[in-house]
C-alpha cells in the first residue's frame, strides 16, 4: 500500500500449509503418545486388594516401573518426534519466505533489493525457536503423565476396576489436544513473526507499520492491538518506544503476546523523507526532509 513518503509491503506471508501441517502433525503424535500409555497401563492395572498383600505390592510395582518407563524412554521418544516435526515446519516455512521476499519488493517498489541474510542471525533464532517449542509440548506431556498416574492410582486405591477411570483416562486425550493445538496456534505465529523480522533485516528495513485483524476478537482499551493499527515501530528501537500490548503494560512487537494474530508490514522510505518520533502519537511518521 503505497502512503505519502513511503510504502509499506508484506515480504512475506502465511505459509498456511507449513502451519496446518505442524498443527496436526503435533496433535496426532501426542494422541499416539498417550494412546499407548493408556493400552500398557490397561494391561497393568490391578486394583489394589488390603486382604491380599502380595498382589497388591505386585500391582503397584507393575505400574510404577511402567510409569518411570513412560516418564524416561517414552518421554524421549515422543520429545525427539516432536523436534523433527518442528523443524520440518521451520524449514518449510524459511524457504518459502526466502524465496518470496524479493518477488514481494519487485512486486511493490518496482524494483529489487539486495538481500543480504544473516545466517548466523538466521540459525541462532531458529535454534532459540526450537527450543521454545519443545520445551512447551514437553511441558504438556508431563501433564497429562502427572495426571495420569494420580487417575490410576487413586483408582487402584479406590478399589475401582480400569473400566471405571477409563474415561477419567480417555479425557486426557482431549486435554493434550486442546493444550497442544493452542501452543501450535501461538508458536506458528511467534515463528513466522521472527521469520519475518529476520528477512526485513536482511533487506535493509528499519521500519515496520503494525497491521491488525479487524474482527470481534481484536483487543481494545489500554493493552488492545486495534489502536495500533497503522502505526509505525522501528525494528531494534529502544523498548520504550514500542507500544504496550497487553493489559498489564508490557511493552512489545506484533505476535509476542500469546495468541496475538497481528502483523508487521515492512515500512520503505522514499528518497527525500525521513521517519522522527511523534510523542503523542507514541510512534513514528515520516516526513519531508
Not at 134 to 148: D, G, H, P, R, T
Not at 252 to 276: E, M, T
Request: aromatic share 8%; proline share 1%.
Amino acid at each position: 500500500m503505497i502512503n505519502k513518503g513511503y510504502i509499506t509491503s508484506n515480504l512475506i506471508g502465511r505459509n498456511k500449509s507449513a502451519e496446518v501441517f505442524y498443527r496436526e502433525a503435533i496433535t496426532n503424535e501426542i494422541q499416539r503418545f498417550i494412546s499407548k500409555i493408556l493400552e500398557e497401563i490397561q494391561e497393568e492395572y490391578k486394583v489394589i486388594k488390603p486382604k491380599e498383600t502380595i498382589q497388591s505390592e505386585n500391582s503397584i510395582s507393575g505400574i510404577t516401573l511402567l510409569l518411570r518407563k513412560v516418564k524416561n524412554s517414552y518421554l524421549d521418544i515422543f520429545t525427539g518426534n516432536s523436534e523433527k516435526i518442528i523443524v520440518k515446519f521451520l524449514n518449510i516455512a524459511t524457504r518459502k519466505a526466502k524465496r518470496s521476499v524479493k518477488s514481494n519488493l519487485e512486486r511493490d517498489i518496482g524494483k529489487a533489493i539486495a538481500v543480504r541474510p544473516n545466517y548466523k542471525a538466521f540459525n541462532d533464532a531458529l535454534k532459540l525457536m526450537i527450543q521454545q517449542n519443545v520445551s512447551l509440548i514437553k511441558n504438556v506431556a508431563e501433564q497429562n503423565i502427572s495426571n495420569i498416574e494420580n487417575i490410576v492410582f487413586d483408582g487402584m486405591k479406590s478399589g475401582l476396576e480400569f473400566n471405571n477411570i477409563e474415561k477419567q483416562l480417555d479425557s486426557q486425550k482431549i486435554v493434550a489436544k486442546k493444550r497442544i493445538r493452542r501452543i501450535a496456534y501461538d508458536q506458528t505465529a511467534k515463528a513466522n513473526a521472527s521469520i519475518n523480522y529476520l528477512e526485513q533485516q536482511s533487506a535493509g528495513i528499519e521500519y515496520f507499520e503494525w497491521h491488525t485483524i479487524e474482527d470481534e476478537r481484536t483487543s481494545t482499551g489500554f493493552g488492545g492491538h486495534k489502536q495500533l493499527d497503522g502505526n509505525i515501530y522501528k525494528w531494534n528501537d529502544e523498548n520504550s518506544r514500542h507500544p504496550v500490548i497487553d493489559g498489564k503494560g508490557n511493552r512489545g512487537l506484533p505476535s509476542q503476546r500469546v495468541n496475538c494474530r497481528c502483523w508487521a508490514k515492512a515500512v520503505i522510505i522514499f528518497q527525500g523523507y525521513r521517519a522522527v518520533w511523534d510523542s503523542s502519537a507514541e510512534s513514528y511518521k515520516i516526513v519531508k526532509e
